[in-house]
């Protein structure tokens, strides 16, 4: 059987939706473009244009929150479309103001509004899957898609950025465009087989309409998820080590040629994720959301923990194997990630949920560096990798516990999303 009949039997919109997603990402590398514009084109020192990238990251969380809160009062797709609408109009005024600060202030803007569009998109794929298996192909489909854009976007805009940055802001914005364009046109939420099989009840009208639960109080009623969401911590901070502390790595080992050999990790872990999703989907389909977080979580831990070998053995090997393992949890996990949080909160409040968890996802982005600079500066960085093992093992161990709970529970109302929504 062809492993990519996974992705078979799901809704038109979600084909669509996970198209423009993939187009979408294309040209979504904002914190590599703010560093490479203000640095190649306008001479900035790294400081300063650090500076910048910071301030993108930080917005970036009051804007999941601002953007999930605003897609159950407006709609999911409202806001994607409008989100994308304002991002492509910042980046193609950049093209007017090239060569001037104004345009890493722009930037910071399509960061902030990029992220509004984030816990619209995951809510919506809950909002037109049905069932869990469904959700898991669907969020595993635009996983891949979403890595296929970000691997050939930077690599065709790497060509122009120097000489011809304009062009590569106006291209850009066209792939915002059409993507914005394909889910205008082609996901109609009122006709998607949720509205089939539901009726008109969880239409994105009516649910704007109905009074407006607090979320804090709908976390007390579901402190499960809330636990699942402030544990989720650990998977971002753990994940940021691939971006912060292996280039240090690979710097430590290989002298002048760390960057080189940085540049082939992301290659193999671009090439991982393309290969290995779907066939990980297959094998792993019956699998609970938190069982295959928990087994994501053991890849992590064996993948960086086996980069504290480098101290005694720096081979290039080590490396490509390590890579390929914290891959395997990278899919495991961000394919995960958000089903146990769907099958256990009300449709009315997805995209705040979604929101929230992607908000813990940016403090844990944040975090990681400063607190991972810091257990560098105070030991080396075999200890450290041996410290992110620790991490990943108290992460796969907080999903068991919190998959056993869940499984000796004698109330149903702990258990069954429908419930749930009523208690709401």
């Not at 009051?62 to 409008?82: C, F, N």
């Amino acid at each position: 059987m062809s492993l990519f009949k996974s992705y078979a039997g799901l809704s038109r919109e979600i084909y669509y939706l996970c198209l423009a997603r993939t187009i979408n990402s294309a040209g979504d590398f904002v914190f590599s473009l703010i560093t490479l514009v203000l640095t190649l084109q306008m001479g900035m020192n790294v400081v300063s244009a650090g500076i910048f990238v910071s301030l993108a990251a930080l917005i970036s969380g009051p804007g999941v929150l601002l953007g999930g809160y605003l897609s159950d009062l407006m709609g999911k797709k409202t806001i994607i479309v409008t989100g994308q609408l304002l991002s492509a109009t910042m980046i193609l005024c950049c093209s007017f103001w090239s060569g001037t600060i104004t345009v890493g202030y722009l930037l910071i803007a399509v960061m902030f509004f990029i992220s509004i569009t984030r816990p619209a998109y995951n809510a919506l794929i809950i909002q037109l899957c049905t069932e869990e298996k469904e959700r898991k192909s669907a969020f595993s489909l635009m996983y891949l898609g979403a890595n296929l854009g970000i691997a050939i976007g930077p690599l065709v805009a790497g060509f122009f950025i120097k000489d011809h940055v304009h062009i590569v802001f106006i291209s850009i914005s066209t792939v915002f465009l059409i993507s914005t364009f394909i889910i205008i046109n082609q996901v109609k939420i009122g006709t998607s087989k949720v509205m089939a099989s539901t009726g008109s009840k969880n239409s994105e009208h009516l649910q704007s309409s109905q009074p407006p639960t607090p979320l804090f109080t709908l976390l007390m009623r579901n402190p499960l998820v809330a636990l699942f969401i402030l544990v989720s911590f650990l998977n971002y901070f753990i994940y940021m080590q691939s971006s912060f502390s292996l280039p240090l790595q690979m710097n430590d080992s290989f002298g002048e040629d760390g960057a080189a050999y940085y540049g082939s990790v992301m290659t193999i872990n671009a090439i991982s994720v393309i290969i290995l999703t779907t066939l990980i989907l297959s094998v792993t389909r019956k699998l609970t959301a938190l069982n295959s977080i928990a087994t994501g979580a053991l890849f992590y831990g064996i993948g960086f923990g086996a980069l504290s070998l480098m101290g005694y053995f720096p081979h290039f090997a080590i490396v490509a194997v390590s890579t390929v393992l914290w891959t395997v949890g990278e899919i495991l996990v961000q394919t995960n990630i958000n089903l146990y949080i769907a099958s256990r909160v009300p449709d009315t409040h997805q995209g705040r949920f979604n929101g929230l968890l992607l908000f813990v996802g940016c403090l844990g982005y944040t975090l990681s560096p400063y607190l991972t600079g810091i257990f560098i500066k105070n030991m080396d960085m075999g200890s450290l990798w041996i410290i992110i093992l620790a991490f990943s093992l108290v992460y796969a161990l907080c999903m068991i516990i919190l998959w056993y709970i869940e499984k000796s529970s004698t109330r149903k109302s702990e258990i069954e999303p429908l419930d749930l929504s009523q208690s709401v």
